[in-house]
Protein backbone atom coordinates (compact mmCIF):
# COMPACT_ATOMS: atom_id res chain seq x y z
CA UNK A 1 0.00 0.00 0.00
CA UNK A 2 1.04 3.70 -1.13
CA UNK A 3 0.44 6.24 1.42
CA UNK A 4 0.29 8.83 -1.99
CA UNK A 5 -2.85 8.18 -4.00
CA UNK A 6 -6.16 10.12 -5.06
CA UNK A 7 -6.68 10.07 -1.04
CA UNK A 8 -2.96 10.94 0.26
CA UNK A 9 -1.99 8.76 3.00
CA UNK A 10 -5.09 6.30 2.25
CA UNK A 11 -5.74 3.85 5.29
CA UNK A 12 -6.42 0.06 4.92
CA UNK A 13 -9.71 -0.73 6.36
CA UNK A 14 -10.60 -3.32 8.80
CA UNK A 15 -13.60 -4.15 9.70
CA UNK A 16 -14.57 -3.28 13.37
CA UNK A 17 -14.99 -5.36 16.39
CA UNK A 18 -18.05 -4.77 17.91
CA UNK A 19 -16.91 -2.85 21.23
CA UNK A 20 -12.83 -1.95 19.39
CA UNK A 21 -11.64 1.44 19.51
CA UNK A 22 -9.42 0.66 16.75
CA UNK A 23 -11.17 1.52 13.51
CA UNK A 24 -8.39 0.89 10.93
CA UNK A 25 -4.92 0.51 10.27
CA UNK A 26 -2.82 1.23 7.45
CA UNK A 27 0.84 0.22 7.02
CA UNK A 28 2.96 1.05 4.18
CA UNK A 29 5.64 2.81 2.10
CA UNK A 30 5.82 6.70 2.14
CA UNK A 31 7.77 7.99 -0.76
CA UNK A 32 9.29 11.61 -0.59
CA UNK A 33 6.66 13.36 -2.24
CA UNK A 34 3.97 12.14 0.03
CA UNK A 35 2.09 15.10 2.09
CA UNK A 36 -0.81 15.56 4.30
CA UNK A 37 -2.90 18.55 3.76
CA UNK A 38 -4.12 20.29 6.83
CA UNK A 39 -7.20 19.09 7.60
CA UNK A 40 -8.74 17.66 10.91
CA UNK A 41 -11.25 14.96 11.68
CA UNK A 42 -13.14 13.33 15.08
CA UNK A 43 -11.40 10.27 15.33
CA UNK A 44 -7.86 9.82 16.80
CA UNK A 45 -5.07 8.98 14.96
CA UNK A 46 -1.48 7.73 15.60
CA UNK A 47 1.25 8.06 13.33
CA UNK A 48 4.30 5.92 13.52
CA UNK A 49 7.05 5.56 11.31
CA UNK A 50 9.26 2.25 10.57
CA UNK A 51 11.83 4.03 9.12
CA UNK A 52 10.15 7.05 7.49
CA UNK A 53 11.21 10.56 8.75
CA UNK A 54 8.17 12.81 9.17
CA UNK A 55 7.61 15.97 9.86
CA UNK A 56 3.91 16.67 11.00
CA UNK A 57 2.36 20.42 11.99
CA UNK A 58 -0.28 20.03 14.63
CA UNK A 59 -1.59 21.45 17.88
CA UNK A 60 0.81 24.94 16.48
CA UNK A 61 4.09 23.63 16.76
CA UNK A 62 6.07 20.70 14.27
CA UNK A 63 6.46 17.78 15.39
CA UNK A 64 9.67 15.64 14.26
CA UNK A 65 8.64 11.74 13.64
CA UNK A 66 11.65 9.77 13.34
CA UNK A 67 12.21 6.13 12.91
CA UNK A 68 10.84 4.48 15.60
CA UNK A 69 9.06 7.11 17.14
CA UNK A 70 5.11 8.09 16.24
CA UNK A 71 2.74 11.15 16.89
CA UNK A 72 -0.66 11.48 18.85
CA UNK A 73 -3.00 13.28 17.08
CA UNK A 74 -6.14 13.68 19.25
CA UNK A 75 -9.19 13.92 17.35
CA UNK A 76 -10.68 17.22 16.12
CA UNK A 77 -7.20 18.91 15.78
CA UNK A 78 -5.84 20.29 12.66
CA UNK A 79 -2.47 18.58 11.19
CA UNK A 80 -0.61 18.07 8.14
CA UNK A 81 2.92 16.38 7.19
CA UNK A 82 5.42 16.44 4.96
CA UNK A 83 7.97 13.26 4.37
CA UNK A 84 11.63 14.04 4.83
CA UNK A 85 12.69 10.98 3.95
CA UNK A 86 10.80 7.82 2.04
CA UNK A 87 10.56 4.76 4.10
CA UNK A 88 7.85 2.47 5.85
CA UNK A 89 5.08 3.71 8.01
CA UNK A 90 1.60 3.37 9.88
CA UNK A 91 -1.38 5.48 10.60
CA UNK A 92 -3.73 4.03 13.06
CA UNK A 93 -7.33 5.60 13.45
CA UNK A 94 -9.79 5.30 16.78
CA UNK A 95 -13.33 5.75 17.88
CA UNK A 96 -13.13 8.81 20.24
CA UNK A 97 -15.95 7.27 22.45
CA UNK A 98 -13.90 4.06 22.83
CA UNK A 99 -10.64 4.84 23.17
CA UNK A 100 -9.17 4.80 26.58
CA UNK A 101 -6.34 7.54 25.93
CA UNK A 102 -7.58 10.88 26.58
CA UNK A 103 -4.84 13.27 25.98
CA UNK A 104 -5.94 16.72 25.26
CA UNK A 105 -2.85 17.61 22.39
CA UNK A 106 -0.59 16.21 20.20
CA UNK A 107 1.46 13.58 22.07
CA UNK A 108 5.05 11.78 21.49
CA UNK A 109 5.68 8.47 22.17
CA UNK A 110 8.50 6.35 21.24
CA UNK A 111 7.87 3.04 19.85
CA UNK A 112 9.70 -0.09 21.63
CA UNK A 113 10.09 -3.82 20.17
CA UNK A 114 6.41 -4.90 22.21
CA UNK A 115 4.49 -2.04 21.06
CA UNK A 116 5.46 -2.98 17.85
CA UNK A 117 4.80 -6.58 17.03
CA UNK A 118 1.65 -6.04 18.58
CA UNK A 119 1.05 -3.20 16.38
CA UNK A 120 1.81 -5.82 13.25
CA UNK A 121 0.17 -8.34 15.08
CA UNK A 122 -3.19 -6.47 15.33
CA UNK A 123 -2.71 -5.30 11.47
CA UNK A 124 -2.37 -9.42 10.35
CA UNK A 125 -5.52 -10.66 12.32
CA UNK A 126 -9.07 -11.15 11.74
CA UNK A 127 -11.67 -8.90 13.90
CA UNK A 128 -13.20 -11.28 15.79
CA UNK A 129 -9.56 -12.83 16.78
CA UNK A 130 -9.26 -14.29 20.35
CA UNK A 131 -6.25 -12.91 20.57
CA UNK A 132 -7.63 -9.36 19.76
CA UNK A 133 -8.54 -7.71 23.04
CA UNK A 134 -5.80 -8.56 24.88
CA UNK A 135 -3.44 -7.33 22.78
CA UNK A 136 -5.53 -4.17 22.55
CA UNK A 137 -5.31 -3.95 25.84
CA UNK A 138 -1.69 -4.37 26.51
CA UNK A 139 -1.21 -1.88 23.30
CA UNK A 140 -2.85 0.97 24.98
CA UNK A 141 -1.20 0.14 28.57
CA UNK A 142 2.61 0.42 26.14
CA UNK A 143 1.07 3.77 24.94
CA UNK A 144 3.03 6.63 27.08
CA UNK A 145 4.45 9.95 26.21
CA UNK A 146 8.03 10.59 25.79
CA UNK A 147 9.45 11.55 29.00
CA UNK A 148 10.17 15.21 29.44
CA UNK A 149 13.99 15.04 29.25
CA UNK A 150 13.72 13.38 25.89
CA UNK A 151 15.48 14.93 22.73
CA UNK A 152 12.87 17.60 21.31
CA UNK A 153 13.66 18.97 18.24
CA UNK A 154 12.20 22.34 17.03
CA UNK A 155 11.90 23.32 13.13
CA UNK A 156 12.46 26.84 11.87
CA UNK A 157 9.90 28.23 9.81
CA UNK A 158 12.20 30.68 7.99
CA UNK A 159 12.15 28.56 4.40
CA UNK A 160 16.49 29.13 4.36
CA UNK A 161 17.33 27.21 7.45
CA UNK A 162 14.26 24.95 7.60
CA UNK A 163 15.30 23.76 3.79
CA UNK A 164 19.12 23.30 6.12
CA UNK A 165 17.28 21.11 9.10
CA UNK A 166 14.98 18.81 6.68
CA UNK A 167 18.44 18.01 5.07
CA UNK A 168 19.99 17.02 7.73
CA UNK A 169 17.21 15.50 9.63
CA UNK A 170 17.04 13.08 6.07
CA UNK A 171 20.66 12.82 6.72
CA UNK A 172 22.28 13.61 10.30
CA UNK A 173 25.42 12.56 8.79
CA UNK A 174 26.48 14.96 6.17
CA UNK A 175 29.48 16.67 7.41
CA UNK A 176 28.87 20.60 6.01
CA UNK A 177 29.85 22.91 8.30
CA UNK A 178 27.80 26.81 8.68
CA UNK A 179 29.29 28.52 6.32
CA UNK A 180 29.13 25.57 3.69
CA UNK A 181 25.32 25.20 4.28
CA UNK A 182 24.55 28.40 4.10
CA UNK A 183 26.10 29.23 0.93
CA UNK A 184 24.21 26.24 -0.25
CA UNK A 185 21.05 28.02 0.76
CA UNK A 186 22.51 31.55 -0.86
CA UNK A 187 22.60 33.29 2.60
CA UNK A 188 25.09 34.57 4.82
CA UNK A 189 26.37 32.51 7.61
CA UNK A 190 25.69 34.77 10.34
CA UNK A 191 22.41 35.52 9.27
CA UNK A 192 21.75 31.27 9.35
CA UNK A 193 23.55 31.52 12.67
CA UNK A 194 21.05 33.95 13.86
CA UNK A 195 17.86 32.42 12.67
CA UNK A 196 19.00 29.11 14.04
CA UNK A 197 19.24 30.90 17.27
CA UNK A 198 16.17 32.62 17.29
CA UNK A 199 14.18 29.76 15.70
CA UNK A 200 14.96 26.85 17.74
CA UNK A 201 16.60 28.09 20.54
CA UNK A 202 19.87 26.21 19.43
CA UNK A 203 23.06 27.06 17.80
CA UNK A 204 23.47 25.03 14.59
CA UNK A 205 25.92 23.10 16.24
CA UNK A 206 23.90 22.41 19.15
CA UNK A 207 20.80 21.65 17.04
CA UNK A 208 22.82 19.56 14.52
CA UNK A 209 23.88 17.25 17.71
CA UNK A 210 20.34 17.12 18.92
CA UNK A 211 18.74 15.57 15.54
CA UNK A 212 22.61 13.00 15.24
CA UNK A 213 21.76 12.27 18.52
CA UNK A 214 17.83 11.02 18.35
CA UNK A 215 18.66 9.23 14.96
CA UNK A 216 21.10 7.51 17.29
CA UNK A 217 19.14 6.73 19.93
CA UNK A 218 16.74 4.53 17.60
CA UNK A 219 19.56 3.09 15.97
CA UNK A 220 21.09 1.84 19.21
CA UNK A 221 17.44 0.44 20.27
CA UNK A 222 17.48 -1.89 16.82
CA UNK A 223 20.96 -3.20 18.61
CA UNK A 224 23.65 -1.33 16.66
CA UNK A 225 26.67 -0.87 18.46
CA UNK A 226 28.22 2.29 19.45
CA UNK A 227 30.89 2.33 17.39
CA UNK A 228 28.72 2.06 14.03
CA UNK A 229 25.89 4.63 15.50
CA UNK A 230 28.66 6.92 16.14
CA UNK A 231 29.96 6.42 12.15
CA UNK A 232 26.16 6.28 10.72
CA UNK A 233 25.36 9.77 12.65
CA UNK A 234 28.65 11.30 11.46
CA UNK A 235 31.14 11.19 14.22
CA UNK A 236 34.31 9.64 13.13
CA UNK A 237 35.41 8.41 16.69
CA UNK A 238 33.12 6.99 18.92
CA UNK A 239 34.99 8.48 22.32
CA UNK A 240 33.37 12.56 20.82
CA UNK A 241 29.99 10.59 19.87
CA UNK A 242 29.78 9.33 23.60
CA UNK A 243 30.88 12.64 25.10
CA UNK A 244 28.20 14.42 22.27
CA UNK A 245 25.99 11.72 23.53
CA UNK A 246 25.91 12.10 27.06
CA UNK A 247 25.45 16.10 26.83
CA UNK A 248 22.38 16.16 25.59
CA UNK A 249 21.05 12.58 27.21
CA UNK A 250 22.70 12.49 30.49
CA UNK A 251 23.10 9.03 29.73
CA UNK A 252 25.80 7.06 27.63
CA UNK A 253 24.54 5.43 24.65
CA UNK A 254 25.10 1.94 25.64
CA UNK A 255 21.94 2.81 28.28
CA UNK A 256 19.98 2.52 24.92
CA UNK A 257 20.91 -0.72 23.89
CA UNK A 258 18.42 -3.67 24.24
CA UNK A 259 19.48 -6.17 27.08
CA UNK A 260 19.99 -8.90 25.21
CA UNK A 261 21.73 -7.19 22.37
CA UNK A 262 23.91 -5.55 25.00
CA UNK A 263 24.98 -9.13 26.30
CA UNK A 264 25.86 -10.82 22.81
CA UNK A 265 27.54 -7.61 21.83
CA UNK A 266 29.98 -7.98 25.32
CA UNK A 267 32.88 -5.75 24.76
CA UNK A 268 32.44 -5.00 21.32
CA UNK A 269 29.98 -2.39 22.10
CA UNK A 270 32.22 0.41 22.90
CA UNK A 271 33.77 -0.10 19.83
Known amino acids: MSFVSSAPWSLTEIPPQLGSPILSIGRGSAP ?5 PTHAHPEHILLWSTSATLLVEAGSRDWLVPPGYALWVPGGVEHGGVLLHEGEMSIMTFAPDRCPIVWPGPTGISIGPLLRELIIHLDRIQPH ?6 AETLMFSLLTPLP ?3 IQIAVPADPRVRAIAEALIAEPADPRELAAWAAHVHAGARTVSRLFLSETGLSFAQWRTHVRIQAAVQLLANGTSVGATARAVGYRKPSAFINAFRRVTGQTPGTYIPVETGQALGSQAMS
Open 148 to 150: TQS
Open 129 to 134: DLSREP
Open 32 to 36: TEGQL
